[in-house]
T-cell receptor, first 110, second 113 residues
Framework: DTAVSQTPKYLVTQMGNDKSIKCEQN?????MYWYKQDSKKFLKIMFS???????INETVPNRFSPKSPDKAHLNLHINSLELGDSAVYFC?????????FGPGTRLTVL | QKEVEQDPGPLSVPEGAIVSLNCTYS??????FMWYRQYSRKGPELLMY????GNKEDGRFTAQVDKSSKYISLFIRDSQPSDSATYLC?????????????FGQGTRLTINP
């Protein structure tokens, strides 16, 4: 069974559109994260939620808005998509030290 | 200066070779030191983590941390073609129940049969 799942796996859209990525974990973890991995494979944290509370909010444009409806879900909504938003977005969850990553959502903005 | 520096490679070695991957860091607040492996088009998976200076061994993998020099290494013995992947070092600080990971740029490793 998949521990951390993301939908969709691929997302191709036009500049200016609004899109959402969904993440679910079935590990019973309290903490979830969103990361962005650019074309050079550099992986950078964006947000973290602990028990539905926003804990980490890195320097991310306001167009990105995370939302955690419950401990097992963390969604990412992106408004007014720009070319520079093209990347792979990873969701992760953790209980103590180890973070378990999802398979990633490859976003391409045309 | 980036908080975590890692040589992006690429690194190509023959099967059976010993591989050494390294990272340096600048933030003394980092508490945990990790190595993740990422296969192409997959999410990163944790290989090893440690929180103190010294060596930690797990099968063919050895993680080494030198906090005084702010330097960490991953050694892979008897490397196999299945070890071909991108290796990411990561350091963390704990923030209110969450763990903020700061990653290196990743080193792409290829093991040639």
């Amino acid at each position: 069974d998949t521990a951390v799942s993301q939908t969709p796996k691929y997302l191709v859209t036009q500049m200016g559109n609004d899109k959402s990525i969904k993440c679910e974990q079935n590990l019973g973890h309290d903490t979830m994260y969103w990361y962005k991995q650019d074309s050079k494979k550099f992986l950078k944290i964006m947000f973290s939620y602990n028990n539905k509370e926003l804990i980490i909010n890195e320097t991310v444009p306001n167009r990105f808005s995370p939302k955690s409806p419950d401990k097992a879900h963390l969604n990412l909504h992106i408004n007014s998509l720009e070319l520079g938003d093209s990347a792979v977005y990873f969701c992760a969850s953790s209980q103590i030290h180890e973070q378990f990553f999802g398979p990633g959502t490859r976003l391409t903005v045309l | 200066q980036k908080e975590v520096e890692q040589d992006p490679g690429p690194l190509s070695v023959p099967e059976g070779a010993i591989v050494s991957l390294n990272c340096t860091y600048s933030n003394s607040a980092f508490q945990y030191f990790m190595w993740y492996r990422q296969y192409s088009r997959k999410g990163p998976e944790l290989l090893m983590y440690t929180y103190s200076s010294g060596n930690k061994e797990d099968g063919r993998f050895t993680a080494q941390v030198d906090k005084s020099s702010k330097y960490i290494s991953l050694f892979i013995r008897d490397s196999q073609p299945s070890d071909s992947a991108t290796y990411l070092c990561a350091m963390s600080v704990r923030i209110q129940g969450a763990q903020k990971l700061v990653f290196g740029q990743g080193t792409r490793l290829t093991i040639n049969p």
